[in-house]
């Protein structure tokens, strides 16, 4: 929206070598716009920003100064998280150092004008896709969340209903709160919404503030409310009510009730800190002023230099990644685990075998699923998921998160030393059911037991050794109801005794 200028075509230019330069990061974004419904609103983020943009125009050029050389340096930040971004192949990195270097780009060329354009582009990071860990970990916790408040919904209709984990048993019926009931289709769209709603709210900073913070809760409880309304449609009209159309249409209708409480709670903070004043005042355009002619003769004749040199920087950056892309990730040699041993010492196995659909979704390039009993009939359920490459954003799911998807609960996790190594150690119930579960991650010659620890190796390996190769190793018992669960240590520690030697052949150091 700039006058025809020298100013104006650089920085178009800018634009366009800024999107070539991040087109990895940025296309991956897109792709996760189209397959995942948690992120389908990113479509609308950019032209929501170029809306807001237009709107302010006025404002934008009248507010212009020379460009600040500020703005070069943050481009160089940018450059430099884009390029770890790349070595690493963290898409988020390249994504946040886009909408960084497109700040950098307004202030190299609106100088002063950036703080009417800051707001607009900072939208942008609504439309960035979380990086699968945090994503899994958040659905987790929201699932178990709203699984609880969806059954005290249920019980205050007086509907009898027990819950285990994720799972809502009715009687005659059971729902499964799965990942896409979880609320984060209902979370990023809204808290998007909430971002924009604050920014044309014309109010004090803490009310704009209570407004974004606000979608969270409301997103949680009102997702809550659909499970719990969904499971009272189950108890008197059948299992019909969760599934189909139905089911989607209910989703659409709650996100615009999400949206209702939104402007509900707005009217409430402007009848209670505003009396008399009018709701629609609250979200009047503001007349911006316009530039004037000698403020256009002055945009006409800038410094372009802090743009060129932005430019610059952006073409460099986008010819390192090019360079980068050439290097081909070092894949060690795997020996496939239908070879692992089937006997172990005393101890005799079975291989089993994981749906299709379940391989497709964990993303792993090899597996192990295996039932080992000793000669006393103790039974060990053995299990490592193996990733060639986990560049793209696929790994293993810990343990931890998955646990409660099942109906288990965790009562109690520690983190031990066992078999010389640090080890997860986590003790889960499912009524009256108990089991002993022992885990870590390895790769590259380390046993990892922190999940966050190991995700900071592999970053490190990516970029200095070019490997993201790694496993997630579990083994899973058993306790008796009366057992003494030292005993059912004892008992996966002499399996692990026997199975690891044999495991480091497969898991390349």
Not at 87 to 101: H, K, R
Request: with cysteine.
């Amino acid at each position: 929206f700039l006058l025809l200028t020298r100013q104006t075509g650089l920085f178009c230019l800018a634009l366009i070598v800024a999107v070539w330069a991040y087109w990895n990061g940025l296309s991956e974004a897109v792709s996760r716009w189209e397959n995942q419904e948690e992120y389908s609103h990113g479509f609308l983020i950019p032209l929501v920003t170029l809306y807001i943009l237009w709107e302010k125009k006025g404002l934008i050029l009248s507010s212009a100064g020379a460009p600040l050389w500020s703005g070069v340096w943050l481009i160089v930040i940018a450059s430099a998280v884009f390029l770890i971004g790349e070595v690493s192949a963290l898409y988020l990195l390249i994504q946040y150092a886009f909408v960084l270097a497109l700040i950098g780009l307004s202030l190299v060329t609106l100088g002063k004008g950036t703080r009417y354009t800051v707001t607009p582009i900072l939208l942008l990071l609504f439309a960035i896709p979380l990086p699968y860990v945090i994503e899994v970990l958040l659905t987790a916790k929201l699932q178990l969340m709203s699984s609880a408040l969806g059954v005290s919904f249920i019980r205050f209709c007086q509907i009898p209903v027990f819950l285990e984990g994720n799972v809502i048993d009715l009687g005659v019926y059971k729902l499964q709160v799965v990942e896409a009931c979880s609320g984060l289709r209902y979370l990023f769209p809204l808290m998007s919404l909430g971002f924009i709603t604050a920014y044309f709210y014309q109010a004090s900073f803490w009310k704009r503030a209570i407004v974004f913070l606000a979608t969270i809760p409301i997103t949680i409880l009102m997702n809550s409310f659909r499970i719990g309304a969904i499971g009272v449609l189950v108890d008197n009209w059948g299992i019909s009510m969760a599934e189909g159309f139905l089911h989607d249409f209910e989703g659409w209708i709650i996100f615009m009730a999400c949206a209702v409480l939104l402007f509900i709670l707005i009217w409430l903070l402007e009848k209670l800190t505003n009396k008399g004043g009018s709701l629609a005042a609250v979200f009047a355009v503001v007349d911006a002023p316009v530039a004037t002619a000698e403020q256009n003769k002055l945009l006409q004749n800038v410094n372009s230099t802090p743009l060129i040199v932005g430019i610059i920087l952006l073409a460099a950056a986008g010819f390192a990644a090019q360079f980068l892309e050439q290097r081909t990730e070092n894949f060690p040699e795997h020996q496939s685990f239908v070879n692992y041993p089937m006997q172990l010492g005393e101890w005799k196995g079975q291989h089993e075998k994981l749906d299709a659909a379940v391989i497709e979704k964990l993303g792993m390039s090899d597996y192990l699923l295996a039932n080992y009993r000793n000669e006393q009939n103790a039974l060990v359920n053995f299990y490592v998921a193996y990733y060639q490459s986990q560049r793209k954003g696929v790994s293993p799911h810990s343990p931890r998160v998955c646990i409660p998807g099942g109906g288990w609960e965790i009562a109690q996790f520690d983190r031990i030393e066992a078999n010389g190594h640090p080890v997860n150690r986590v003790l889960i119930k499912k009524g009256n059911q108990r089991q002993l579960v022992y885990y870590w991650f390895q790769g590259h010659g380390r046993l990892v037991a922190n999940e966050y620890i190991n995700k900071w190796y592999l970053f490190i390996d990516s970029m200095f050794k070019n490997r993201t190769d790694g496993a997630l190793v579990r083994y899973s018992i058993a306790v008796a109801p009366h057992e003494n669960i030292s005993a059912a240590d004892a008992r996966i520690l002499s399996f692990m005794a026997e199975s690891e030697p044999q495991l480091n052949e497969y898991i390349v150091d």
